[in-house]
Structure formats: C-alpha cells, structure tokens
C-alpha cells in the first residue's frame, strides 16, 4: 500500500499560482498512475488531472485544461500539480491518488485509492 501525503495549498488570489506536491511512501510509486482530485465545499469529489506512471501520458478535465500541470519526479517519490490562472471556482480540498488497475486516462473515483488527507486551496475574488 502507497501512503501519500498532500501539501502545498493556502489562500491565493485570483489569477495568482500554487504548486502542490503528493510525497509518497511506502509500496513502489514508480510503478503506478497517479492523479489528483478535488472536492468543493457541498460537492462530490472530482477528477483534476492524471498522470501514467512513466509521466508521459497526461490527462486533464476541461475545467482545468490549460491552466493546470500535472507532473511527477519518481526518484523523489513526488508528484505535483502546478496550477495557474486560478479562479474562485477552483476552491476545494485536493487529494492526491494512486491508480492500482493500470487504467490508464480513467477519471473514476472508484479506480482510485490510497487517499492521502488533502490539502485546502481557497482562491479569492
């Protein structure tokens, strides 16, 4: 089992920047897609952006497109999500996740495990 630890959020404006990083232990990180949700407040979870576990292949939900990156260092056991051109909307609590199936671009909540806590980004107006 991987554990995975969130961090990198805090209050921003919007149109301003943050970086978040997902440390992870435990079983090897290397070997797994990987992605990043996030949950609103009054809201279901939802997919942002996934990565495979070479981090060649990415994929993004539209809300995002563009404006947010994922990526992951494996010989630091890391992965991150650079996120750009933030608006109110993109409020939430964000999670990193571990993809066990080898499903490749699935955005299911249900493929995902390993949740870590999160970590709260509140972007104000």
């Known amino acids: 089992q991987v554990q995975l630890v969130e961090s990198g959020g805090g209050l921003v404006q919007a149109g301003g920047s943050l970086r978040l990083s997902c440390a992870a232990s435990g079983r090897t990180f290397s070997g797994y897609n990987m992605a990043w949700f996030r949950r609103a407040p009054g809201k279901e979870r939802e997919f942002v952006a996934g990565i495979s576990w070479s981090g060649q292949n990415t994929w993004d939900a539209d809300s995002v497109k563009v404006r947010f990156t994922i990526s992951r260092d494996n010989a630091k056991d890391t992965l991150y999500l650079q996120m750009n051109s933030l608006r109110p909307e993109d409020t939430a609590l964000y999670y990193c996740?571990?993809?066990?199936?080898?499903?490749?671009?699935?955005?299911?909540?249900?493929?995902?495990?390993?949740w870590g806590q999160g970590t709260q980004v509140t972007v104000s107006s």
């Open positions: 996740a571990v993809e066990y199936l080898g499903r490749l671009g699935t955005t299911q909540t249900s493929d995902f495990g390993a």
